[in-house]
């Protein structure tokens, strides 16, 4: 049995038909709760499903999203969710996911000025606590997807010449049906 990804401290997750998740390096069953933890510790792992063998980690990852979302303390806003929704199937979707990342990334980076900044703001005043505690819950958001993002980005696959030239040959595709789509709202 493979414990974990050759080398890269990946955790296997298998998820079998019953819904349980079996935790390869344990050798037991978990919850999603512990993956979220998992995440928030900075562990990567990668989720499949034992019987086809298909990553579905993006899936549990979003599974577990919706969990945290309906506990009550929610941190995608509606007038956020609708402006995603609205990007399925837009020319600029395989955009989103670059752009939502860089975002991320850049938050986490400057994060500690942005506390330092609100702390400063609020220094003194009754806000001063409530300043505190909201910074205190952004962190833990902003780790949870930065640990994500690297989750799904730490072991890419060796890359062959055949799939850059896929790659390259997709990336042409695209770029040829945004130009058509540009020259019709042109013409």
């Given at each position: 049995m493979v414990k974990s990804a050759e080398g890269s401290g990946t955790v296997i997750i298998k998820k079998y038909a019953n819904r349980r998740?079996?935790?390869?390096e344990l050798s037991s069953y978990i919850t999603l709760d512990h993956l979220a933890q998992m995440t928030r510790d900075g562990r990567d792992f990668k989720v499949i499903d034992a019987k086809t063998e298909e990553d579905i980690t993006h899936n549990i990852l979003t599974q577990i999203i919706m969990e945290e979302e309906n506990r009550g303390q929610t941190m995608l806003p509606?007038?956020?969710?609708?402006?995603l929704i609205s990007l399925y199937g837009d020319s600029m979707q395989a955009m989103v996911p670059q752009y939502l990342e860089a975002?991320?990334?850049?938050?986490?980076?400057?994060?500690?000025?942005?506390?330092?900044?609100m702390e400063g703001a609020f220094a003194g005043g009754p806000f001063a606590e409530i300043a505190r505690r909201n910074m205190d819950m952004l962190e833990?958001?902003?780790?949870?997807?930065?640990?994500?993002?690297?989750?799904?980005?730490a072991t890419p696959p060796p890359a062959s010449a055949a799939s850059k030239d896929d790659d390259i040959a997709a990336l042409k595709?695209?770029?040829a049906n945004l130009q058509s789509k540009l020259d019709k709202l042109v013409d």
């Open positions: 998740l079996y935790n390869t509606v007038p956020f969710l609708r402006q975002s991320m990334d850049a938050f986490r980076r400057n994060q500690s000025q942005f506390r330092q900044a833990a958001a902003a780790s949870a997807f930065q640990t994500q993002a690297k989750a799904g980005a595709a695209q770029l």
